[in-house]
């Protein structure tokens, strides 16, 4: 990517883990020996071409700033807020004062601590020899698909052909996803994901195939499996 334009990280973690269960917001939750935010800060560490990684954290939170990794020239804690949507767009606006609307941005979940610093690479790559409006990680649909009625009886078999199942990191320009995140809440729509909030903006984003070890820490079993997909990796 031109050298002029910058590379930030968002890492919304403002979430309280209602669907883990558990009485500690899963990103405090150790894996590895260390905690699952620990695991998925150092992985976006290690690209060097990320300027900052900006971290939303909730205003009752008092555990991030004891970790070490929380002094790291290349972390920033801002306010998050009550929904993801609402976490992230805090980051951007913090770097809106810092950045470029031409910069680029990443925004990961904190609950995936697995991902590949060369997934992410290949998705910066893409993105630019495309010269596209932004992209995401995402894995082809692998399984038969079903959609169901409201008593969770078959409705019908859906195609899975050119169905994919959304990632992060999510990269789209600084400026843009503020924009689009923005007219998404002022409409009262809660945008799930960036891609989401791009798209009601009539863009098409880049769907960059990425490992399906990339899982996303959201139920207890999910932990074991992150810490084998680590230790294999």
């Known amino acids: 990517m031109n050298n002029s334009v910058r590379i930030w990280c968002v890492v919304p973690a403002a979430g309280v883990g209602k669907r883990f269960g558990s009485s500690m917001p899963k990103q405090y939750l150790e894996l590895n020996g260390k905690t ?3 695991n998925t800060l150092e992985r976006l560490l290690e690209l060097a071409d990320i300027a900052q990684v900006i971290v939303a954290i909730s205003p009752e939170d008092k555990r991030f700033q004891g970790l070490k990794i929380a002094t790291h020239s290349r972390i920033k804690a801002v306010t998050g807020g009550n929904e993801r949507c609402h976490s992230v ?6 770097l809106s004062e810092v950045g470029d609307a031409q910069d680029w941005v990443l925004v990961h979940d904190v609950a995936r601590p697995c991902v590949r610093s060369a997934d992410i690479g290949k ?17 082809p649909v692998r399984d038969t698909m079903k959609r169901a ?16 199942h959304a990632l992060t990191p999510q990269l789209f320009r600084l400026g843009a996803l503020r924009k689009a995140i923005e007219a998404a809440l002022a409409e009262g729509v809660m945008v799930t994901d960036e891609a989401g909030a791009m798209e009601r903006m009539g863009h098409q984003p880049l769907l960059v195939e990425g490992h399906y070890d ?4 959201t139920h207890p079993q ?12």
């Open 123 to 139: 998705l910066i790559d893409q993105v630019d020899q495309f010269d596209a409006v932004g992209g995401i990680l995402a894995n």
């Open 89 to 94: 767009l805090n980051g951007l606006r913090y």
């Open 149 to 164: 009625n409201r008593l969770n009886q078959i409705a019908e078999t859906v195609d899975r052909e050119q169905l994919w």
């Open 214 to 217: 990339n899982i996303k820490i």
């Open 222 to 233: 999910d932990l074991p499996l992150a810490a084998l997909f680590m230790q294999q990796q």
């Open 36 to 38: 699952v935010v620990e």
